[in-house]
Nanobody, 129 residues
Framework: QVQLVESGGGLVQAGGSLRLSCAAS????????MGWFRQAPGKEREFVAA????????YYAESVQGRFTISRDNAKNTVYLQMNSLKPEDTGVYYC??????????????????????WGQGTQVTVSS
């Protein structure tokens, strides 16, 4: 089992920045990839970004490309999401996810929530206009 705890959410004005953190514990040696998803009120959960744990390959949703950066610190078992130039449409609950199953690091598998085995409780991000 892998446990995930997110932190760093909050209220920020449009154009501002936030950095989310996700600390993993438990069987962290089994992690293959980690990702961030978000869910806005009344909408389905959507993919934001992902990173492969050992190699550090990254992938982003088009809506955040160039504004968000995902990174990881293997020594701390932590993944980060640096969010810059935030927009009101970035508002939502941000969830950290981890996969202990290897799969092709391709768009279809990276973006599917079903590819991830473990989920955090989420952290609220609110961007005011």
């Amino acid at each position: 089992q892998v446990q995930l705890v997110e932190s760093g959410g909050g209220l920020v004005q449009a154009g501002g920045s936030l950095r989310l953190s996700c600390a993993a514990s438990g069987r962290t040696f089994s992690i293959y990839a980690m990702g961030w998803f978000r869910q806005a009120p009344g909408k389905e959960r959507e993919f934001v970004a992902a990173i492969s744990w050992n190699v550090g390959r990254t992938y982003y949703a088009e809506s955040v490309q160039g504004r968000f950066t995902i990174s990881r610190d293997n020594a701390k078992n932590t993944v980060y999401l640096q969010m810059n130039s935030l927009k009101p449409e970035d508002t939502g609950v941000y969830y950290c996810a981890a996969s202990s199953t290897s799969w092709p690091f391709l768009k279809a598998t990276i973006m599917a929530s079903s590819s991830y085995d473990y989920w955090g409780q989420g952290t609220q991000v609110t961007v005011s206009s």
